[in-house]
C-alpha cells in the first residue's frame, strides 16, 4: 500500500474505492487488485454501497457511487455546478449524450453528464475513469500539452493535436470504443488554460464518419459557455 494512515479500515475501504475507480468491478478483480482477501473485499463493499460510496450496475459489477461526486461537490465546483444546464442543452440541440471530463493524472474523468433517456445512446456516467490515450476529449485535453509523454502513447499522433489546437475542436471515430464516433471542445479557465473537456458522443451509424460537420458547432458553444469561470 503505497499511502497508509495507521487506520487499518480506512487504508483498506480506500484500496477498494481506488481499485474499482481504475476498473476492477468484480468481486474476483477486486480481490486480486487489492491484495485483500475475499471476505473482507465483499464486507467492505456492501459497506461502501450503504454509504452510496459505490454501487452496482444491471450486471452486478460494483462501480463508483454518487456519493463521491456528492463530495466532491460539495465544497462548490463551480465548473460541475454550471455544466448541468449546459449539457442538458447541448444534449438536447444535438440529440446526443453530452459529458464533462476532468484530466486526473494520466486519465480523465467524467465529472458531468446529460445522458439521453431512451434509445440507441453512448452512456458514461458520472464517475468514470476513461484513458487519456484515445476520443476527441482526451485529444482536447492533451492537445495544448505537446510535449506530454502520453501522446507517444495515444491512439491519436501529434499531428491530430496540432489540428486540434488550430480548429479549437477535435473529433474521433472508433478510437476509444467500436461503433461510438464523438466532438469535444476545451473549456478553460480564467488563466485561459484547459482546464475540462465537453463533448458529446453517440452511435457511429448516426453521428457518421465526420462527427464535426454534424455538431462542432454546438459543442464549441458550450464549452464557450462554461469557459472562464
Known sequence: MEHTSGVGVLDKSVLVLDAVADGAGSLAALTARTGLSRATVHRLAVALEVHRLLGRDGDGRWQVGPRLRELADAPGDTLVVRAAPVLGRLRDATGE????YRRRGDQRICVAAAELGSGLRDTVPVGSVLPLTAGSAAQVLLAWE????????AAFTPRTLAEVRRRGWAASVAEREQGVASVAAPVRGRDGRVAAAVSVSGPLERLTRSPGRLHAGAVCAAAAALSGG
Request: hydrophobic content about 40%.
Open 146 to 153: 505537446p510535449e506530454d509523454p502520453l501522446v507517444q502513447a
Open 97 to 100: 449524450s453530452a459529458q464533462l
